[in-house]
């Protein structure tokens, strides 16, 4: 059985939906009624990982080869990049997006501008690397990793851990104010400024916790399990 590697919420001019990436398949759902507005199976292998840009116009695509894939919003593919060798474990577009967030299997962690491939910072993280996710400015990086999370100032490149457990998924909210983690059954909240103080933890999956999201108000949290 397929599982699920990507979820995004948008909140796009037909209003808000979420976007699910199970296997080839991406399915498009109406993010209040989860009634399902599109269906689309992909003609490409090996996808570890999915990042959506926050103006819905480009999908990002993770092999397990270390290739990129690139569509538009017509899920069209637009272009192909490997340039690492080894496969890709996780993928974030900046909210403008202009940047993107690439985590490899040997540990690097790349930022690069979408458009001409330049690289704008590199960092190492010395753990497998399971999720990335963008502060709202594009300023700061969050990695999240089998010892935690990394809070890394791509400008300064000054890197601040924090060990919340093995954490499979990391998300910023919208006020920049809080993230969000998950690993095994939980779902947990933390404020950003405050020694990273943990605000509320939800519990009601039985298994991983296979993607998660904030809604684009911040009020709403998504998420998945196997």
């Given amino acids: 059985q397929d599982h ?15 976007f699910c990436l199970r296997g080839t398949c991406i399915y498009k759902l109406d993010a209040e009624t989860l009634q399902l507005q599109k269906q689309v199976e992909l ?6 990982c999915m990042a959506l840009s926050a103006n819905d116009k480009q999908i ?14 017509t899920y069209s593919e637009v272009e192909r990049r490997n340039a690492y060798g080894l496969g890709i474990n996780a993928l974030s577009f900046s909210p403008d997006g202009l940047q993107i ?5 040997d540990g690097r962690v790349h930022v690069k501008n979408v458009e001409s491939g330049h690289l704008n ?38 890197v601040k ?18 993230f969000i983690t998950a690993g095994h059954g939980r779902v947990q909240v933390w404020d950003l400024e405050v020694l990273f103080r943990q605000k509320k933890s939800a ?14 108000d911040g009020k709403r949290i998504a998420s998945t399990s196997d």
């Fill in 4 to 18: 699920v590697v990507g979820l995004a919420y948008t909140a796009g001019g037909g209003g808000s939906s979420i």
């Fill in 43 to 48: 003609n490409i292998d090996g996808i570890r």
């Fill in 60 to 73: 990002a695509l993770g092999l397990i080869d270390g290739t990129i894939v690139l569509l538009d919003d």
């Fill in 101 to 105: 967030a690439c985590a490899v299997l």
């Fill in 121 to 158: 910072g590199e960092t190492y993280v010395n753990m497998f690397t399971n999720a990335l996710g963008f502060r709202n400015d594009g300023s700061t990086l969050a990695i999240a990793s089998e010892a935690g999370v990394d809070i890394w100032n791509i400008e300064t490149g000054d």
């Fill in 161 to 178: 851990h924090t060990d919340v457990g093995l954490c499979r998924l990391v998300a910023f909210s919208p006020d920049n104010t809080r």
């Fill in 203 to 216: 519990i009601g999956h039985t298994n991983w916790v296979t993607s998660v999201a904030f809604s684009p």
